[in-house]
């Protein structure tokens, strides 16, 4: 008898690859493990077994494998059933779905690139001869790869070797490695609340006036609480008061002062104390209920709840019930949103059952997590994590938790496999007979139509959580505005008196301008020239900061121009605005204030956006200018006035779904706005206040932003009324990828007739030299989409076998919106 395997490898390839083994290792062997096969002339992968049969390949002659690597499965049934269902709902090869769905660890292959894990001190002793003949050579050279290893060894087989020497934690694969983020404790003081009241204070003030520079620090106190209206710092107290360190703590041991810290419990979760979930209040509970009513007859529900209306504590019941039944929970998120304050409040309900699946977290600490969700460890019962956790191992998952699940970053548009992780949680879920809760405060329009027709179950809370009210939204005309002379620069006279009032009342301001960088463009004068980026047909951008023009497209970069390159002019201007030039404005304005940004800019790095978002909590920032970024689920308690500095650019956005959007994004960043007691503020500025959006907008008012964009959605045939597929070409010489496209457009029309648009060429025709074609394919609901895809396959691969089309790159992205 002979045995062969089928193996994925993580290379887009159409078809699997066959192996041959021996009868001992088809023994051995079960799919799901991994195994080092040779693949060309001298390249090897690692694969996943994926069916294992006797039947020998027709077109070649089967090679032998070269290691197996696991002791068993590292992927399971469920899994590669997922991968499957990927590969074909989005038109990607199994190999595709593999790279994504595998930490970089798991995949060690030729051109791997190994370093010595220097985070801890390591002990020699515990390495084998050759794995410790690899770790030395990693002190003489710093980076080595697999046939380097091979050459060090004198042997072919090294997977082995270097996965023990990951496992010991010797060395790493290729990545960067962070370091953990702790956020640093600022230590304030108040007066003890004994002596909040007229007497006692008045007895405490005689009582010092034998310690007169105790007196002083008291008074001071006063002094810097009544001018900031915000908590006083330690160190500020020291400074203004002059008074010695001692000092201070003389009066905080004899009770006078109180020491504190701003959120403490968001240090990292240490102990193994969890403290019970909260009592849901009257409109959770009805929520609560209904949504495990709905579950008896849906798999998929909505929770449709505003803003601060305690979704999270709904979600919190929902997870207990799970672990009750020994299932595990998958709480999906967009990689923003998930910050310490989401993680550290279910650590605090759940204690260490909270896994994190993070991509800016290291490769050792991905495959941790793979491992104990994988042996269903009481340590991964709850995973929290942005879209690619719904690659994890779970083998007995109860519930999918999709939060936030109108935000776009679920949508991986590249590489392959160009999925929705929503979409794919749902598919997922089935597959495990597990539910799946949307959950959104402005949910995307197709789960919105999908629950109207029935498909999903709808829950809705519709006041927030305390009877907090909604903030209260002004639209301000900047038209009418200008015209009448009230703008400096960015600001219309409401938007400084609200700032003003705020700032002065000690509370903080958040600013939104949906673009970073100072000035989009920059246009000359006197001939209308605008710097174009060399590799991309667009404008570059001007970053004050480092006084340079960026291409937001390809990364290019160059010095700021002095002079107009076409006609030599110097009068440049500045078009438009960036954040950067928003974060200067209110320096001006509001000199006294502290204001910071937060963009892709400022926030680089595994912290780079925690380290703000704690600045904020800790009211070192009064005031933030941000981009999108800041409408992620963030609970400021602080913040009262959000300004949104042009709604107009949002909703002129050439895109079909630029008002669905516009509508989220600004329901979004307003509902960081008072989300205690106090009622929050929100001014929108705008060039049409009439825009239905923006009195949507201002009415909160979701019912009717849904029903007048889906009847467009019917009259011009998009989604979710129709299905769409675009097909992308790509090539760097124009005129192949124009023929090249019109050959591809005509072959669709021949089949699918009116519903095929374009060739178009894109708003933004050429990205790093490669000019870009783009076909859509609408698909109306009673045609069948398998067949659709049939069909496009079909045409794609006679495409491919025209000899002058072969170079031209094709992208097939199904739901690509
Ligand atoms: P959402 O997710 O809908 O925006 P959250 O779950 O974050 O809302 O709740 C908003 C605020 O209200 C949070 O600070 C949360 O701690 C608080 N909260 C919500 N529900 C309760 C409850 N049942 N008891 C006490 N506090 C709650
Ligand atoms: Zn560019
Ligand atoms: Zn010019």
Not at 520 to 546: F, M, W
Request: glycine share 4%; aromatic share 8%; with cysteine.
């Amino acid at each position: 008898m002979v045995y062969f395997i089928d193996v994925i490898i993580p290379v887009p390839l159409q078809k699997l690859f066959t192996y041959k083994i021996s009868a001992a290792e088809a023994k051995f062997l079960k799919v799901g493990m991994r195994v080092a096969v040779p693949f060309g002339k001298s390249k090897i992968y690692t694969g996943i077994v994926y069916h294992i049969h006797n039947n020998a390949p027709v077109a070649y002659e089967a090679k032998d494998i070269q290691q197996i690597l696991d002791d068993s499965s590292i992927v399971n049934d469920i899994q590669l059933q997922l991968w499957n269902w990927m590969a074909s709902y989005y038109m990607c090869t199994l190999g595709d779905v593999m790279r994504a769905a595998l930490p970089s660890a798991f995949i060690l292959e030729s051109e791997t690139v190994i370093t010595l894990n220097t985070v801890k001190t390591f002990d020699e002793s515990i390495l084998k001869d050759d794995e410790f003949l690899v770790f030395e050579a990693l002190h003489h050279q710093s980076t080595l790869k697999i046939h380097d290893i091979s050459n060090i060894l004198d042997k072919k087989n090294v997977l082995p070797v270097i996965k023990r020497l990951i496992e010991k934690d010797a060395i790493i694969v290729e990545e960067e490695v962070y370091e953990k983020y702790i956020p640093k404790l600022v230590r304030y003081v108040k007066l003890h609340t004994h002596f909040s009241s007229e007497k006692e204070l008045h007895n405490l003030l005689d009582e010092l006036s034998r310690a007169p520079k105790q007196r002083d620090v008291i008074m001071t106190l006063f002094s810097i609480s009544a001018k900031t209206k915000k908590p006083v710092k330690v160190s500020d107290l020291a400074n203004e008061s002059g008074a010695s360190s001692s000092i201070i703590k003389a009066l905080i041991d004899k009770g006078v002062l109180e020491e504190y810290h701003i959120q403490t419990d968001r240090v990292q979760y240490i102990g193994d104390e969890t403290e019970n979930s909260k009592l849901l209040n009257e409109a959770q509970k009805t929520a609560l209920s209904e949504i495990n009513e709905s579950f008896k007859t849906h798999q998929v529900t909505l929770l449709h709840g505003v803003t601060s209306s305690g979704k999270t504590e709904v979600y919190v019941k929902l997870i207990e019930a799970v672990l009750e039944k020994g299932e595990q929970v998958l709480y999906l998120l967009p990689e923003i949103a998930l910050t310490t304050q989401l993680v550290t409040r279910l650590q605090n309900y759940f204690g260490e059952q909270v896994s994190v699946f993070h991509s800016k977290y290291s490769a050792h600490e991905r495959v941790e997590v793979w491992n104990h969700v994988l042996r269903n460890s009481a340590k991964a019962k709850i995973v929290l994590g942005a879209r690619s956790s719904i690659f994890l191992p779970f083998n007995n998952l109860g519930l999918i938790i999709v939060d936030e699940e109108h935000e776009q970053s679920f949508k991986q548009f590249d590489p392959a496999p160009r999925y929705h992780a929503r979409d794919t949680a749902v598919v997922f879920a089935h597959m495990h007979q597990a539910k799946t809760l949307l959950g959104s405060a402005t949910p995307s329009l197709e789960s919105y139509f999908n629950a109207q027709q029935g498909k999903y179950g709808l829950v809705e809370i519709t006041t927030r959580f305390n009877d907090v009210l909604m903030p209260d939204i002004e639209l301000v005309d900047i038209k009418e505005k200008l015209k009448k002379k009230r703008m400096k620069g960015h600001f219309s006279d409401r938007l400084i008196e609200e700032m003003t009032e705020t700032l002065k009342e000690g509370h903080q301001v958040i600013l939104f301008q949906n673009r970073r960088g100072f000035s989009p463009i920059v246009e000359c004068k006197t001939c209308g020239h605008a710097p174009q980026c060399p590799n991309c047909d667009v404008s570059l951008t001007y970053h004050q900061y480092r006084n340079q023009l960026r291409c937001h497209y390809c990364g290019y970069h160059a010095a700021m121009l002095q002079d107009c390159e076409a006609c030599g002019s110097q009068d440049l201007d500045n078009k438009g605005f960036g954040t950067e030039q928003i974060e200067e404005e209110v320096k001006v304005l509001f000199p006294d204030y502290k204001v910071a940004r937060m963009d892709l800019d400022t926030t680089r790095g595994k912290y780079g956006y925690e380290k703000i978002i704690t600045a904020l909590e800790q009211q070192e920032i009064d005031v933030l200018v941000g981009t999108q970024m800041l409408t992620k689920g963030l609970d400021f308690r602080n913040v009262k006035l959000v300004g949104i500095m042009n709604a107009d650019t949002m909703l002129n956005f050439p895109d079909f779904r630029a008002h669905e959007r516009s509508f989220q994004l600004m329901l979004q960043v307003a509902g960081r706005a008072g989300r205690t007691e106090e009622r929050g503020k929100v001014l929108i500025q705008t060039y049409n206040p009439h825009h239905n959006i923006l009195q949507q907008v201002s009415t909160n008012n979701y019912i009717e932003m849904f029903n007048e964009q889906m009847n467009d959605r019917y009259n011009f045939k998009y989604p979710p009324v129709y299905k769409q597929i675009k097909v992308t070409l790509k090539h760097k010489d124009y005129n192949r990828v124009e023929t090249a496209s019109i050959w591809y457009a005509k072959s669709l029309r021949q089949v699918f007739k009116e519903n095929i648009l374009g060739p178009e060429a894109p708003p933004i025709a050429r990205i790093r030299n490669q000019f870009h074609k783009n076909i859509l394919v609408k698909i109306p609901k009673q045609q069948s989409l398998a067949k659709t895809k049939e069909a496009i396959i079909k045409i794609n691969n006679s495409f491919l076998s025209v000899k002058d089309f072969r170079s031209v790159k094709v992208i097939l992205n199904v739901d690509n919106f």
